[in-house]
């Protein structure tokens, strides 16, 4: 988990801009498959480029992005934190969903200021995408109105009739631009899996630690069959030399696999105990390596912290 905030806060840093609007065209998101989401993502970062300034495309997604940061999706400051950590003004979100018949294409503009914006468009064949019709008004893109016929006034004879012709029509044609929808909120991140990974990861870190004083016990036992051994010819002491082998290894295992197992179970508990505290009524469960009366061994422990 800290290697990927790092990760996506070396992406972060690698997008600074010079002085002016910073917009980051983000990575798809959604069940399209990945090369129909690579041509979606190129065809917004064109749409982007020829209409907002200060456009540059970036290496994750929104969702990424808020998990680096440590926020949902769908919370209200998560977007401030996301633009905050890219060190940019505005994001665009991308999420691909392929449907019968095509895929259906939802844009969303992110920025510091006002709610978000979004348009959505159908596409037929991924092959070649056309968005600049469909989502072109998000972008800022001018449209095309026809122009308003002036009809010219009949000149007059030298007695003119009655003027009967009406006058031009000047009523403006009517908007047919689509008004952006507030996002809608994106679905949370699943808390049960994140959970199980790390009860996996106690319960397994646990478990190596017993193997670990497993390995030493055998260590033991081929330290005393060392002891006892004879050495008095030659295939005695090449059998010694075995044993003493053969202890070596069994020591080095145990003290890999408890140092494994204590970084493992420790590293599960931590992010256990942090989430714990997010979801603040949720129960505990631990597992700590401690010391008994006649040896060593782990305790298992599920509950409220002490």
């Given at each position: 988990?800290?290697?990927?905030?790092?990760?996506?806060?070396?992406?972060?840093?690698?997008?600074?801009?010079?002085?002016?609007?910073?917009?980051?065209?983000?990575?798809?998101?959604?069940?399209?498959?990945?090369?129909?989401?690579?041509?979606?993502?190129?065809?917004?970062?064109?749409?982007?480029?020829?209409?907002?300034?200060?456009?540059?495309?970036?290496?994750?997604?929104?969702?990424?992005?808020?998990?680096?940061?440590?926020?949902?999706?769908?919370?209200?400051?998560?977007?401030?934190?996301?633009?905050?950590?890219?060190?940019?003004?505005?994001?665009?979100?991308?999420?691909?969903?392929?449907?019968?018949?095509?895929?259906e294409v939802v844009v969303r503009r992110v920025q510091k200021?006002?709610?978000?914006?979004?348009?959505?468009?159908?596409?037929?064949?991924?092959?070649?995408?056309?968005?600049?019709?469909?989502?072109?008004?998000?972008?800022?893109?001018?449209?095309?109105?026809?122009?308003?016929?002036?009809?010219?006034?009949?000149?007059?004879?030298?007695?003119?009739?009655?003027?009967?012709?009406?006058?031009?029509?000047?009523?403006?044609?009517?908007?047919?631009?689509?008004?952006?929808?507030?996002?809608?909120?994106?679905?949370?991140?699943?808390?049960?899996?994140?959970?199980?990974?790390?009860?996996?990861?106690?319960?397994?870190?646990?478990?190596?630690?017993?193997?670990?004083?497993?390995?030493?016990?055998?260590?033991?036992?081929?330290?005393?069959?060392?002891?006892?051994a004879p050495s008095g010819t030659l295939a005695q002491l090449?059998?010694?030399?075995?044993?003493?082998?053969?202890?070596?290894?069994?020591?080095?295992?145990?003290?890999?696999?408890?140092?494994?197992?204590?970084?493992?179970?420790?590293?599960?508990?931590?992010?256990?105990?942090?989430?714990?505290?997010?979801?603040?009524?949720?129960?505990?469960?631990?597992?700590?390596?401690?010391?008994?009366?006649?040896?060593?061994?782990?305790?298992?422990?599920?509950?409220?912290?002490?």
């Amino acid at each position: 988990m800290k290697f990927r905030a790092a990760l996506l806060a070396c992406l972060a840093a690698s997008t600074a801009y010079a002085d002016g609007k910073h917009t980051m065209v983000l990575k798809s998101e959604g069940n399209a498959d990945g090369k129909a989401r690579e041509k979606i993502d190129a065809a917004i970062l064109k749409l982007a480029k020829g209409t907002v300034e200060g456009v540059a495309p970036g290496d994750i997604s929104f969702g990424d992005a808020a998990a680096a940061v440590g926020c949902k999706p769908d919370a209200p400051t998560c977007k401030d934190d996301v633009l905050g950590m890219l060190s940019v003004d505005e994001v665009i979100a991308t999420t691909v969903t392929r449907k019968p018949g095509g895929l259906e294409v939802v844009v969303r503009r992110v920025q510091k200021s006002g709610a978000p914006r979004e348009a959505t468009a159908k596409v037929s064949d991924a092959a070649d995408p056309t968005l600049d019709s469909q989502l072109g008004p998000l972008f800022g893109a001018a449209a095309v109105t026809p122009p308003v016929a002036v009809i010219e006034p009949v000149k007059p004879d030298v007695t003119p009739p009655p003027d009967t012709t009406p006058p031009p029509d000047t009523t403006p044609p009517p908007d047919t631009t689509p008004v952006a929808q507030p996002l809608p909120p994106l679905p949370p991140q699943d808390d049960q899996q994140h959970t199980r990974l790390e009860l996996a990861g106690m319960i397994g870190g646990g478990a190596i630690v017993l193997l670990g004083f497993v390995m030493w016990g055998q260590a033991s036992g081929t330290q005393a069959d060392i002891d006892a051994a004879p050495s008095g010819t030659l295939a005695q002491l090449k059998h010694l030399q075995d044993l003493e082998k053969q202890g070596d290894n069994q020591s080095s295992l145990g003290n890999l696999f408890f140092v494994s197992g204590l970084v493992l179970g420790g590293v599960s508990t931590y992010f256990f105990i942090r989430d714990r505290g997010r979801r603040h009524t949720d129960p505990v469960a631990r597992i700590v390596p401690t010391v008994l009366d006649h040896g060593a061994g782990v305790v298992f422990t599920y509950g409220g912290l002490p």
